[in-house]
């Protein structure tokens, strides 16, 4: 049962890892100009990506200072999953199994 939770919590930070790298990708995309938002493909992903990462944001965007243009707040979630994936999450499951 553990391995299973275990296999489950890695899945969902990979797939939160993913649409973090994907979101922003699409954001630099759209500040150079390369991708058009007048689109309404791309106004849909867009929307749906930030509404994805939003609340993941929101609370390192309060403790963070404000930087003006530069959000590092992707960065921080990122590296917060790779910790658990790789620091927290093993020895914690490695225990119960």
Do not use: C
């Not at 921080?76 to 620091?87: F, M, N, S």
């Amino acid at each position: 049962m553990a391995f299973a939770i275990f296999q489950t919590l890695m899945i969902l930070l990979n797939v939160a890892k993913w649409i973090i790298i994907i979101q922003a990708i699409v954001s630099w995309l759209v500040a150079f100009n390369i991708i058009n938002t007048s689109s309404d493909f791309v106004r849909t992903v867009l929307h749906a990506l930030d509404r994805m990462t939003e609340p993941l944001y929101r609370p390192i965007r309060r403790l963070m200072p404000d930087l003006g243009a530069l959000d590092l707040s992707p960065m921080v979630v990122l590296l917060i999953i790779i910790i658990l994936q790789q620091a927290i999450l093993p020895p914690l499951f490695a225990s119960m199994m």
